[in-house]
């Protein structure tokens, strides 16, 4: 294995300051809350818990509507040199990644995901040249859809020149769900001590912290094509699809296990345990087996176990937030549809803080700042 280098990398050097881009995110998340009261208007009402949440909720009486608008980020730009490098093609796995962005974090508030949207605006229409690849992005977007049981409704393919770069393409896409019955909701209201964690593990990076993975193949003489572990390179190991988590939260519903809380594990690592603004103590006590990818990114940036786990999923995608008897259950029915899974800590009372006992970390609540 490449021996890491002399100096760290941050994931701020790598072009993805948090402390600039969520003050944004606040001042936004307070504009929009003022426009909730529009609602009225049609009869309607918004869940004012939603906010600060993965997915807006509204009130429509018989049920809840939920919806999301996610993007893929950089991912797309690793799948581009791939193919450059080894002439393969990465979109259906990056459209899959594109829909679980989306999909993974609608099914926080206990949504049924419904509809998929697309939009994917190039830098220009000579990207839709490349029939191979583009066909390779449909056919991976329905897949995505196809296995969480979504309508594909429609879409946008804008040509941006001059605001995409030449060659490059940006996708996104919106989910809406109905929480149907009205008790599915989890907004974290049940949420309390005695809580179990039950941790859904990672297939790899996902599609967060790839800004920070791009910059470390930059300090790589081999660059992606690098192995981190015998037969397995480091562009191909960047490039496993997202899981997609709603057949899990789907089948925890007809299996009678009820979800308190649940928190999609993308950008801010761990962190994101820390999300529902309840004064609890989250204590973990078995961790899952780290990706080889993502132990090879820590060990290139020299992070250590404190940057690593509070920028990374570090092999936990999704973690839901059980009552204690159920947890085992919850974990097997995870694993009944393909996702590993472990009862991996419990809430306490306490001031608002994550313990991750077997590295000795502690994550303040003020680590997490996204209201």
């Known amino acids: 294995m490449t021996p890491p280098p002399e100096t760290p990398l941050s994931y ?26 529009h609602l009225a208007g049609h009869g309607y009402a918004e869940v004012a818990a939603s906010r600060g949440e993965s997915a807006y909720v509204v009130d429509l009486g018989p ?39 989306a999909v993974n974090d609608l099914i926080t508030v206990g949504a049924t995901p419904l509809v998929v949207q697309a939009y994917w605006a190039a830098g220009g229409s000579e990207w839709f040249a490349d029939a191979a690849r583009a066909r390779a992005l449909v056919e991976g977007w329905k897949a995505a859809c196809d296995a969480c049981g979504v309508a594909w409704g429609g879409g946008e393919t804008p040509a941006l020149a001059g605001i995409v ?26 949420l309390g001590p005695g809580d179990a964690i039950v ?6 990076i996902h599609a967060n912290g790839l800004s920070l993975a791009r ?17 397995l390179g480091y562009g191909q190991a960047l ?15 007809a299996a009678g296990v009820a979800v308190h809380y649940a ?46 786990y509070g920028t990374l999923n570090m092999g936990a995608g999704f973690a839901l937030f059980v009552p204690a008897a159920d947890a085992e259950r919850a974990a097997a029915v995870a694993q009944s549809q393909g996702v590993p899974a472990w009862v991996a800590g419990r809430v306490d009372a306490g001031p608002k803080q994550l313990l991750i006992e077997p590295l000795g970390l502690r994550f303040e609540g003020e680590a997490l700042q996204l209201r």
């Not at 701020?12 to 009261?37: E, F, H, M, N, S």
């Not at 603004?277 to 176990?305: G, M, N, S």
């Open 12 to 37: 701020a050097q790598a072009g993805v300051q948090y402390d600039l881009i969520d003050p944004l995110k606040i001042a936004a998340q307070r504009a929009a809350a003022a426009t909730g009261a």
């Open 63 to 101: 049920y809840y509507l939920a919806s999301i608008v996610e993007c893929l980020g950089s991912k797309a730009l690793v799948a581009d040199a791939m193919q450059q490098l080894t002439g393969e093609s990465h979109y259906a796995a990056i459209a899959q990644d594109t829909i679980a962005m």
């Open 165 to 190: 770069e030449a060659g490059r393409i940006d996708l996104a896409a919106s989910c809406t769900g109905l929480v149907n019955p009205k008790a599915r909701l989890s907004l974290g209201e049940r």
């Open 199 to 204: 941790l859904l593990g990672a297939s790899g």
């Open 215 to 231: 910059k470390v193949a930059e300090r790589l003489p081999q660059g992606y094509l690098t192995e981190i572990e015998p037969g």
């Open 239 to 253: 490039l496993a699809p997202t899981p997609l988590y709603a057949p899990v939260t789907e089948a925890l519903w």
């Open 263 to 308: 928190a999609n594990i993308t950008g801010h690592g761990w962190r994101k345990l820390l999300r529902h603004p309840k004064a609890l103590t989250y204590r973990i006590h078995t961790l899952p087996p780290v990706p080889p990818v993502l132990r090879f990114i820590a060990e290139q940036a020299r992070h250590d176990a404190a940057e690593a």
